[in-house]
């Protein structure tokens, strides 16, 4: 299994940015695909989630301003981030559910390296 991320980088309060994930090594259709992110110093601290069958579920911290989405043609999961600020500062992860009906942290068995979102002005 191997994971992509791309798309981070500095963004001033109020602008947005979609990170992508490339996924490879196993059949993604099937399964559930997430993000978490980590600021420095502190815990991980998941973001959103896309079930196999589509669905989506967000943190009350994003919702309303992160869209995931996914292209199973593609292979790859999106997160589009609206009205950054600075609090959305971190390290960003996608990650692979074990199954395709569970999205969250604790279901999550494989991960990217990341990629780095900064809101700042």
């Known amino acids: 299994v191997q994971l992509v991320e791309s798309g981070g980088g500095l963004v001033q309060p109020g602008g947005s940015l979609r990170l992508s994930c490339a996924a490879s090594g196993f059949t993604f259709s099937n399964y559930a695909m997430g993000w978490a992110r980590q600021v420095s110093g502190k815990g991980l601290e998941w973001v959103s989630g896309?079930?196999?069958?589509?669905?989506?579920d967000y943190a009350d911290s994003v919702k309303g301003r992160f869209t995931i989405s996914r292209d199973n043609a593609k292979n790859t999961v999106y997160l589009q981030m609206n009205s950054l600020t600075p609090e959305d500062t971190a390290l960003y992860y996608c990650?692979?559910?074990?199954?395709?009906?569970?999205?969250?942290?604790?279901?999550?068995?494989?991960w990217g390296k990341g990629t780095l979102v900064t809101v700042s002005s």
């Open positions: 896309v079930y196999s069958d589509g669905r989506t």
């Open positions: 990650a692979t559910g074990v199954s395709g009906d569970y999205v969250y942290i604790d279901g999550m068995d494989h």
